[in-house]
């Protein structure tokens, strides 16, 4: 075993200039992990960010879109506190707790419908939609997936395989694992009609597998990385009916367009499709603390477009 204390008292600490902090990184972190800027963070509040050189910046990545209410804001500050006064962590299935079960009856109350409606809450938007694809699998008895090219569903070796883009996500790492079948996305910028995707599901269901090998089809009603590409209520409703006339799963994956980012809580809130796996969005499942994502949503409300 290592001895933790001795070790980090050995580490040399040099200035903290920009330049300095990136040739530590260079020496200490894999390679793998990416750096889009050469900064580093000292502080932030609100929209602005400051490096460890004093220099003033505004946030426009918002921890990759997950920070609707900003940094530091007043009311998180205070959530979190209050949870830490309380207790850090227990695990939910082990010993439960009454902000697990408040969070998932709030976002029941958000999604649109008039059926029973049940949440389960993860860490990443990746283990959100690879525990979704699970669920339809177990459910339905089918091994099979529909994706859609240009979707981007996570950065595991289950969702590489769901994303319909190899660069810069799984260049390099060979095929990706099976049983994952992939549609096109209808967007007109690039020629491809409602009726083009919808045909080539049906060529899926000819040529590859039939509909009963087919657990679920997964999509992002608004494409993120693909380009915000945004799927009509129509396109919607159509696939709704294809799942429901083979009995396969369809999966809403908003992990990046949820929380108010397109006017309402969720953007399928605008299609009428119902009996939908939904994939929760990013700012309240990568939270550090359930109570804190109790705070941001008490701070959203349905008459405020996002910001």
């Keep these: 075993m290592i001895n933790m204390k001795n070790n980090l008292a050995a580490v040399d600490m040099p200035g903290r200039t920009n330049a300095e902090m990136m040739e530590r990184r260079e020496n200490a972190v894999a390679r ?32 990759i879109a997950v920070l609707n209410t900003g940094h530091m804001h007043p009311e998180i500050k205070k959530a979190v506190t209050q949870q830490l006064d309380a207790f850090s962590h227990t695990c939910f299935m082990v010993l439960a707790y009454e902000g697990y079960v408040e969070l998932c009856e709030r976002l029941n109350n958000l999604v649109p419908g008039d059926f029973p409606k049940k ?80 045909q080539s599901i049906e060529r899926i269901f000819k040529n590859d597998a039939e509909p009963t090998d087919i657990a679920a089809i997964l999509l992002e009603p608004v494409q993120g990385e693909g380009g915000f590409y945004v799927a009509s209520p129509t396109f919607m409703q159509r696939l709704r009916s294809l799942c429901d006339q083979h ?38 499942l990568a939270d550090f603390l359930y109570r804190e994502s109790q705070a941001k949503l008490r701070l959203w409300t349905p008459s405020q477009p996002a910001d």
């Design 119 to 198: 949440t389960a809450l993860f860490t990443s938007g990746s283990e959100a939609v690879e525990n979704a694809v699970k669920v339809a699998r177990a459910h339905t008895g089918r091994t099979g997936v529909i994706a859609f090219t240009s979707g981007y569903h996570g950065r595991t070796m289950a969702t590489l395989a769901l994303t319909g883009k190899v660069s810069p996500y799984s260049a390099g790492m060979g095929i990706m694992s099976g049983d994952v079948f992939r549609a096109e996305y209808p967007c007109e910028l690039h020629g491809t009609s409602e009726d083009d995707a919808i």
């Design 32 to 63: 793998g992990v990416g750096a889009i800027h050469p900064i580093f963070a000292e502080r932030a509040e609100n929209s602005t960010v400051w490096d460890v050189e004093g220099r003033e910046y505004i946030d426009f990545s918002g921890g």
């Design 247 to 284: 009995g396969i799963v369809l999966i809403a994956d908003e992990v990046q367009t949820g929380a108010g980012r397109t006017g309402t809580f969720l953007p399928w809130n605008k299609w009428v499709y119902q009996r939908t796996s939904l994939l929760s969005p990013n700012p309240l």
